[in-house]
């Protein structure tokens, strides 16, 4: 149990069998959406790979496990209110960028709308505080095919990083965990061209 974020491949993007997973309402009014924006259709997802591989860069799945206090005190700290709801308020992220958010009327497992939000920009606010706390990027998991950032900073080797390379990111490794996971995600998400979700 606990919440995931999770990258979907194509054959759930466009599957409109919600009981079985299938997100082709939330597909459907998305490209709705965009067509009246007057952008193109988001139609070239990927699949997910048939046998998830730990490190293969394919899919991508953690959990959010670490209290979030930390993380929201920094964002306060480095961003406006207007830049962290673009960071951590979407419901959706799509590899591709958006002027503003999206709100969709379609449910999902924690809202009554689906807001959809561009990797672009969120992985610019995930790098400015990155930057910020000195986040040792070229150390932490840069594929998360299976909890790989998730167990790094719970059961792998983050104390000795942060012994080795202290900084503002060491001072609160939970804060530290959401700022790698965010910019995971934003840098998966346009790597493989596919949307991420939670669950």
């Not at 929201?72 to 673009?86: F, T, W």
């Amino acid at each position: 149990m606990g919440i995931y974020l999770v990258s979907v491949g194509a054959r759930e993007w466009f599957d409109a069998d919600e009981e079985e997973g299938g997100k082709g309402v939330l597909a459907a009014a998305l490209g709705e959406e965009l067509r009246r924006r007057g952008l193109p259709p988001y139609e070239s997802v990927p699949e997910e790979p048939e046998r998830v591989v730990r490190g293969a860069g394919l899919s991508f799945e953690e959990k959010l496990v670490p209290p979030m206090e930390g993380f929201g005190a920094l964002c306060r700290e480095h961003l406006s209110q207007e830049e962290y709801q673009m960071l951590c308020g979407w419901s959706l992220l799509v590899p591709f960028a958006l002027d503003d958010e999206i709100r969709l009327p379609v449910e999902n497992s924690y809202a009554d709308t689906t807001t959809v939000a561009g990797a672009p920009q969120v992985l610019a606010l995930a790098e400015r505080l990155a930057g910020a706390v000195g986040l040792p990027v070229d150390e932490i998991p840069e594929a998360c095919d299976n909890l790989d950032l998730t167990m790094w900073f719970l059961d792998g080797p983050v104390k000795d990083v942060a012994a080795a390379r202290p900084g503002p990111w060491a001072d609160d490794l939970d804060a530290a965990f959401y700022v790698a996971l965010y910019l995971r995600a934003a840098q998966h998400s346009l790597r493989r061209g596919c949307p991420i979700v939670y669950c």
